[in-house]
């Protein structure tokens, strides 16, 4: 198995301010994917954290708002850009080695006002 | 797309019940996972099913191939096991995306002692 952790678990931010979040795995994993959880509702894919290029993006989520970095094999950050009360959510990380062994992460839960 | 319901939305049950909660989808899958989410938004695996039963502790889950159906059990059920159950399926084999998950919305279980 592997342990994500994320910084921080959870944050405040204001209106048009940025915030990074990141992913640590304790061992490598194949791929490494970001969620979003709205209140109330299922969990998102925002995009696939590629490793040492661009993130591949799900529609409806853009790199403008949401750039990701993947340096190495157990390591990615996700920044909600220009933040709005509408990015309050739970963001979550997630790694593979195969498509059947799935570890998350504990998640940050973002509040914008 | 494949959509994935779960029923009940809400479950309240008394210490000691045997619980059910369903979860069906719409389109072939490589996996169906089964995750418990706790009040802080971490999230753990319970069970990767692509057939058959599997059986931890007091959890049981069972898939339907056929029907895209599954089924998670708990027997004896506690206080401590409250907590949001989310069904979430891999997509099938073609072009890669068996990587990628798709989640139901989630069943919030209250056991009352």
């Known amino acids: 198995s592997a342990v994500i952790s994320q910084k921080p678990s959870r944050d405040i931010c204001q209106r048009g301010t940025s915030l990074t979040i990141q992913c640590q795995v304790d061992s490598q994993v194949t791929m490494m994917f970001w969620y979003r959880q709205q209140p109330g509702q299922s969990l998102t894919l925002i995009a696939t954290?590629?490793?040492?290029?661009?993130?591949?993006?799900e529609s409806g989520f853009v790199i403008d708002k949401f750039p990701i970095s993947r340096p190495n094999l157990t390591f990615s950050t996700l920044t909600v850009s220009n933040m709005s009360p509408e990015d309050s959510s739970i963001y979550l990380c997630?790694?593979?080695?195969?498509?059947?062994?799935?570890?998350f992460g504990p998640g940050t839960r973002l509040t914008v006002l | 797309k494949n959509e994935v319901e779960q029923s009940p939305q809400n479950l309240t049950a008394q210490e000691g019940e045997f619980i059910t909660i369903n979860c069906s989808y719409s389109?072939?899958?490589?996996?169906l996972h089964w995750l418990q989410q706790h009040p802080g938004g971490g999230i753990v695996s319970l069970f990767m099913l692509s057939s058959g039963k599997k059986k931890h502790g007091r959890l049981i889950a069972t898939i339907n191939i056929q029907e895209k159906h599954s089924s998670l059990h708990i027997t004896a059920s506690h206080p401590r096991d409250s907590a949001v159950y989310i069904c979430?399926?891999?997509?099938?084999?073609?072009?890669?995306?068996?990587?990628?998950?798709?989640f139901g919305k989630g069943t919030l279980l209250t056991v009352n002692p």
């Open positions: 389109v072939g899958i490589s996996a």
């Open positions: 997630s790694g593979t080695r195969t498509y059947n062994e799935q570890f």
């Open positions: 979430a399926v891999n997509g099938d084999y073609s072009g890669g995306s068996n990587y990628k998950l798709t």
């Open positions: 954290a590629n490793q040492g290029s661009e993130a591949t993006y």
